[in-house]
């Protein structure tokens, strides 16, 4: 019994992870303990590599075996120890009693099916339903996750929706058979501060309805206050503190938890300085994407994703892009790199780049490079850290000898905070934040002029966002780069832009300074904005422009 008097619907005990390569083993998970009652929320919380998404995986046994073993522990629910179920009863709980939102949803879904086969296969396999009902059932769940008009996304595929739109689509595969336990692995990280609001919301409203558990992973302190009736904070594969969530963030016992607490990007950009010359500039781009309907798939529409922008990026400077999830910003950034066709004008360094064909614009990649903001799916896992960071040396500055090469990986590392002796290791065996680091030591070590940086912290950790903030600040001063910074967090964007566009349906709904945006929006979609990001409790009341 829990100290409400219920029965754990979920009982971990003495849970133990380990992992083997070669004669190595390294245990990632020690001896940890957590349960569940029906209707709870309960946060694990940590910094990227803390073991609380291998805990979460271990429920439904998702880890790759044999690599991974359980040397210890049982995972109980409703009294069946998972850790030793057979294939065939953990077939009937996966997904259907028990269902899982990944974190990384492009990793996650199968990008050669559709968005309805993946969400209905789900339903059909678990309750047994025909196509048409699966269908109904798919748009009834497609709109309450907040996605607009998803008649027109049924046919879609992952890779022509955006971070935020696929993110949906997982939390309605994971609501599809009404679970018991619904784990979620960061599954706000990809989302815009109003539509998180309203994600969160809606998992509630389920958990409420449905007296459904949950085990919520999450690096967003702010997120947990709200959310979760109970935390428990991991460090280093084990449990340093757990208790109620008003208790843990009140009065925290651990230095490892008051340490998390206390972290949150600081500071501020270095001033503007309005006599800079422009590296980047766009004049009145546009990228509208045409829609074919019909036999013939004549173009009958545009999606206009990126509609009459002027934007300038002075060196030593950040311009910050934000807005909801499929407003813009992204397409405005691979624009303005060349990354894909649009019109108006794009000036680099003063001299137009938008009638560059692809292939005319390779001398200049050195000189403009872009952050991911999927460092795991951005970074070969063929390739060695060595390899990955040297291989844009090896296309545009093929006169440095071997030496040479290495010598300037290494100083790339260096610079980015990361070991220079863990370069021969390959990005599996990194952090998240590590992974991100290496991305960023790939786009530095050909010294460029621009960097795209697109939502380069969305997937990381508090204390580990605080830390790539400050690098990428550090990394400006040093070099004066001038940035493109988008993201969805705008407790980081303030911290790094000197200069704010805010994006909504393709069009600039306010741009200036960046602080005296903050301190004096004017648009009521900004204010929506800000009341999300610095006030957890605001709840705004805007339409989802999905």
């Given at each position: 019994m829990?100290?409400?008097?219920?029965?754990?619907?979920?009982?971990v005990?003495?849970?133990?992870?380990a992992?083997?390569?070669?004669?190595?083993?390294?245990?990632?998970?020690?001896?940890?303990?957590?349960?569940?009652?029906?209707?709870?929320?309960?946060?694990?919380?940590?910094?990227s590599g803390?073991?609380?998404?291998?805990?979460?995986?271990?429920?439904?046994?998702?880890?790759?075996?044999?690599?991974?073993?359980?040397?210890?522990?049982?995972?109980?629910?409703?009294?069946?120890?998972?850790?030793?179920?057979?294939?065939t009863?953990l077939?009937?709980?996966?997904?259907?009693?028990?269902?899982?939102?990944?974190?990384?949803?492009?990793?996650?879904?199968?990008?050669?099916?559709?968005?309805?086969?993946?969400?209905?296969?789900?339903?059909?396999?678990?309750?047994?339903?025909s196509?048409?009902?699966?269908?109904?059932?798919?748009?009834?769940?497609?709109?309450?996750?907040?996605?607009r008009?998803?008649?027109k996304?049924?046919?879609?595929?992952?890779?022509?929706?955006?971070?935020?739109?696929?993110?949906?689509?997982m939390?309605?595969?994971?609501l599809a058979?009404?679970?018991d336990?619904?784990?979620?692995?960061?599954?706000?990280?990809?989302?815009?501060?109003?539509?998180?609001?309203?994600?969160?919301?809606?998992?509630?409203?389920?958990q409420?309805?449905?007296?459904m558990?949950?085990?919520?992973?999450?690096?967003d302190?702010?997120?947990?206050?709200?959310?979760a009736?109970r935390?428990?904070?991991?460090?280093?594969?084990?449990?340093v503190?757990?208790?109620?969530?008003?208790?843990?963030?009140?009065?925290?016992?651990?230095?490892?938890?008051?340490?998390?607490?206390?972290?949150?990007?600081?500071?501020k950009?270095?001033?503007?300085?309005?006599?800079?010359?422009?590296?980047?500039?766009?004049?009145?781009?546009?990228?509208?994407?045409?829609?074919?309907?019909g036999?013939?798939?004549?173009?009958?529409?545009?999606?206009?994703?990126?509609?009459?922008?002027?934007?300038a990026?002075?060196?030593?400077?950040t311009?910050?892009?934000?807005?909801?999830?499929?407003?813009?910003?992204?397409?405005?950034g691979?624009?303005?790199?060349?990354?894909?066709?649009?019109?108006?004008?794009i000036?680099?360094d003063?001299?137009?780049?938008?009638?560059?064909?692809?292939?005319?614009?390779?001398?200049l990649r050195?000189?403009?490079?872009?952050?991911?903001?999927?460092?795991?799916?951005?970074?070969?896992?063929?390739?060695?850290?060595?390899?990955?960071?040297?291989?844009?040396?090896?296309?545009?500055?093929?006169?440095?000898?071997?030496?040479?090469r290495?010598a300037?990986?290494?100083?790339?590392?260096?610079?980015?905070?990361?070991?220079p002796?863990?370069?021969?290791?390959y990005?599996?065996?990194?952090?998240?934040?590590?992974?991100?680091?290496i991305a960023?030591?790939?786009a530095?070590?050909?010294?460029?002029?621009?960097?795209?940086?697109?939502?380069?912290?969305?997937?990381?950790?508090?204390?580990v966002?605080?830390?790539?903030?400050?690098?990428?600040r550090?990394?400006?001063?040093?070099?004066?780069?001038?940035?493109?910074?988008i993201s969805?967090?705008?407790?980081?964007?303030?911290?790094?832009?000197?200069?704010?566009?805010?994006m909504?349906?393709g069009?600039?709904?306010?741009?200036?300074?960046?602080?005296?945006?903050?301190?004096?929006?004017r648009?009521?979609?900004?204010?929506?904005?800000?009341?999300?990001?610095?006030?957890?409790?605001a709840?705004?009341?805007?339409?989802?422009?999905q």
């Amino acid at each position: 019994m829990d100290a409400s008097g219920q029965a754990p619907l979920l009982d971990v005990r003495d849970l133990s992870v380990a992992f083997h390569q070669g004669e190595r083993t390294t245990i990632a998970v020690d001896g940890v303990s957590f349960h569940i009652a029906p209707g709870e929320t309960l946060a694990l919380v940590g910094e990227s590599g803390s073991g609380k998404s291998v805990s979460a995986l271990s429920v439904l046994r998702l880890l790759p075996y044999p690599a991974a073993s359980h040397p210890g522990g049982q995972v109980l629910y409703r009294g069946q120890d998972l850790l030793h179920a057979d294939e065939t009863a953990l077939r009937k709980i996966r997904g259907s009693r028990i269902s899982m939102i990944f974190q990384e949803p492009m990793s996650s879904l199968n990008p050669l099916h559709t968005i309805e086969r993946q969400v209905g296969e789900i339903m059909k396999i678990h309750r047994g339903l025909s196509d048409a009902a699966a269908r109904a059932e798919t748009l009834k769940l497609l709109t309450q996750v907040g996605i607009r008009e998803p008649e027109k996304r049924l046919q879609s595929y992952p890779h022509q929706l955006s971070g935020g739109q696929r993110q949906r689509v997982m939390i309605a595969m994971a609501l599809a058979n009404e679970p018991d336990i619904l784990i979620a692995d960061e599954p706000t990280t990809a989302l815009d501060v109003t539509v998180q609001a309203q994600i969160l919301e809606l998992l509630k409203s389920f958990q409420v309805e449905r007296r459904m558990a949950m085990l919520f992973i999450t690096h967003d302190l702010g997120i947990v206050r709200r959310i979760a009736d109970r935390v428990c904070v991991m460090f280093k594969g084990k449990l340093v503190e757990q208790g109620r969530t008003e208790d843990v963030f009140d009065h925290p016992r651990h230095s490892y938890t008051k340490h998390l607490l206390a972290a949150e990007p600081k500071g501020k950009p270095p001033a503007a300085n309005e006599n800079a010359p422009i590296v980047m500039e766009g004049r009145g781009v546009k990228v509208w994407f045409p829609v074919r309907t019909g036999l013939l798939r004549r173009v009958s529409d545009h999606v206009k994703a990126v509609d009459g922008i002027d934007v300038a990026v002075r060196a030593g400077q950040t311009v910050g892009v934000v807005g909801e999830s499929g407003s813009g910003k992204t397409t405005l950034g691979l624009a303005l790199t060349r990354m894909i066709s649009s019109t108006g004008q794009i000036l680099f360094d003063g001299a137009r780049i938008d009638d560059r064909s692809f292939a005319d614009m390779r001398p200049l990649r050195d000189r403009i490079q872009i952050v991911f903001q999927d460092p795991f799916g951005s970074l070969s896992p063929r390739m060695s850290v060595a390899e990955i960071v040297a291989e844009g040396l090896s296309i545009h500055q093929r006169q440095l000898s071997a030496v040479e090469r290495e010598a300037r990986v290494v100083s790339a590392l260096r610079e980015v905070g990361l070991d220079p002796a863990l370069r021969f290791r390959y990005p599996h065996e990194f952090s998240g934040g590590q992974r991100q680091r290496i991305a960023i030591a790939r786009a530095m070590v050909l010294n460029p002029r621009f960097v795209m940086l697109d939502e380069p912290t969305s997937a990381l950790d508090m204390s580990v966002q605080a830390q790539v903030v400050d690098l990428l600040r550090d990394l400006q001063q040093k070099h004066a780069l001038a940035y493109l910074f988008i993201s969805h967090d705008l407790k980081v964007v303030r911290a790094l832009a000197n200069y704010l566009i805010v994006m909504r349906n393709g069009k600039v709904v306010e741009s200036g300074p960046a602080e005296e945006i903050f301190e004096r929006p004017r648009s009521d979609y900004t204010k929506a904005l800000m009341a999300a990001a610095f006030d957890v409790k605001a709840t705004p009341g805007l339409a989802v422009s999905q």
